[in-house]
Each structure stands twice: as C-alpha cells, then as structure tokens.
Nanobody
Framework: QVQLVVSGGCLVQPVWSLRLSCAAS????????MRWYRKAPGKEREWVAT?????NYADFVKGRFTISRDNSKNTVYLQMNSLKPEETAVYYC???????WGQGTQVTVSS
C-alpha cells in the first residue's frame, strides 16, 4: 500500500534552517509529482511547493524554500531557510494523482 512517511520537524529559532523529508513507498515514485503543504494553527492548509519535471513555489516561500527529490531513495525533501515564526505549522507531503497524504511533521519556529 502507499505510504508517505514525513520526518524532520522540530523546534527551531527564527531565521534558522530545517530540512524535511518524505519517504514514499507503494508506488513508482519517480513517475509522480510530489507536493508539500502546511497547516498552521487556526488557518487552512496551504500549498507550499511542487516538484515534477520542474519546481513551483508559493510566493511566500520563493527564494527561501527548495523542494527536491531523490528518486533512488524514493524521497522528496523540503529545505527551508530563514524560517519565520508565522511558519510554525504541521508540514505534509502529498501525492496528488492518487490522493495520498503523509502524516505530517510539526515545525515550530520560536525563540
């Protein structure tokens, strides 16, 4: 069955960096686009980035976040730089074609 296991979330200070990972199994990883979303407390879940043959980013993370993938490891990454307190959220990976979500990982940005 399809599994998306998200890891890497933790407590960081503002302007610090963090890399999230999403390890996939149960489908041909290299054939599908992958996305990252996040949900902050009291807010709707919002799209952050997509990687397929190219990458796309939400305006609020452009220049600070980088989505990448390693098809040999069936893993998609989200490198987050210059983190802001308002980016405290649960971060999820998502495989849109089949509609599968990872379990999410908590990122807390606080001094």
């Amino acid at each position: 069955q399809v599994q998306l296991v998200v890891s890497g979330g933790c407590l960081v200070q503002p302007v610090w960096s963090l890399r999230l990972s999403c390890a996939a199994s149960g489908f041909t990883f290299s054939s599908y686009a992958m996305r990252w979303y996040r949900k902050a407390p009291g807010k709707e879940r919002e799209w952050v980035a997509t990687i397929s043959g190219r990458t796309n980013y939400a305006d609020f993370v452009k220049g600070r976040f980088t989505i990448s993938r390693d098809n040999s490891k069936n893993t998609v990454y989200l490198q987050m730089n210059s983190l802001k307190p308002e980016e405290t959220a649960v971060y999820y990976c998502y495989q849109a074609d089949m509609g599968y979500w990872g379990q999410g990982t908590q990122v807390t940005v606080s001094s």
